[in-house]
């Protein structure tokens, strides 16, 4: 039984929900690893159409564990090799998944969890949502797609001024860049998102199946290019700058949530 993931169905619509609120949705190595059996089992079912990603609690996923991270301070290096090791074989999960990815942005993201909705197809936010890298407060090395990915998506230079200034993306910002495609209230945004799996569904599975694939990424070099984020991210988390940033933010998690 998965501990932080739902996966439940809809006909041929896949409802995948983050379920580790508490936490905000924070990435561990066990919602990692139910995230990638959840995602083995939909790429199994030949029925699937479309699937949607979506999140319980406040937050959509606020990236990795910093109290986790602090917990395993003596064998940092190892622990973060299997947290974005593992967030990268989500990511390209998702990018192979046979059918459509819709997620549902409710409310925000830090660091790594951006991997999710970069990788997805579809991406509704809320107007109270939004992105935010958090990586130079931290003193961390971008993960989760932010070089990966992003710069394909919104332009290399955009991207590097809100990695170095940790500037925040707003919902209206997203869809302006490209990086989402409509604003649903929150009230409404799980609705929509299923409405939109639905009409997915509903066309021929073929094209929607080569539509996808023609308009990806290309997973094989942007595998290398996550790999060379999980290397930084190993090599700069060992460093006094990373120590210093995880102790602060620890010791004012007010200031930080």
Known sequence: MRRFVHLDWIGPIALLTLNRAERHN??????????IAALEEVKAEPDVRAMVLMAKGRSFSTGGDIREFYKNIDTIKEYADIVVGKLNQVILALIDLPVPIV??????????SLGFVLAS???????????????????????GGWTALLPNIIGPKRTAEILMLNQTITAEQAVAWGLANRVISSERIHEEALNTAQQIADQSPGTIHYTKRLVSVDKTEIAVRLEAERSNFVKQITTEEAQRGMQAFLENPQKNT
Do not use: K, Q
Not at 103 to 112: C, E, K, L, S, W
Not at 128 to 141: H, M, Q, T
């Open 121 to 143: 197809d579809i991406v509704l936010m809320a107007p109270e949502a939004s992105i935010i890298p958090y990586y130079n407060v931290l003193g961390f090395s971008p993960d």
């Open 26 to 35: 924070s990435l561990v190595p066990g919602l990692l690893e139910d995230l």
């Open 103 to 112: 997620a549902a942005v409710h409310g925000i993201i830090t660091g790594g």
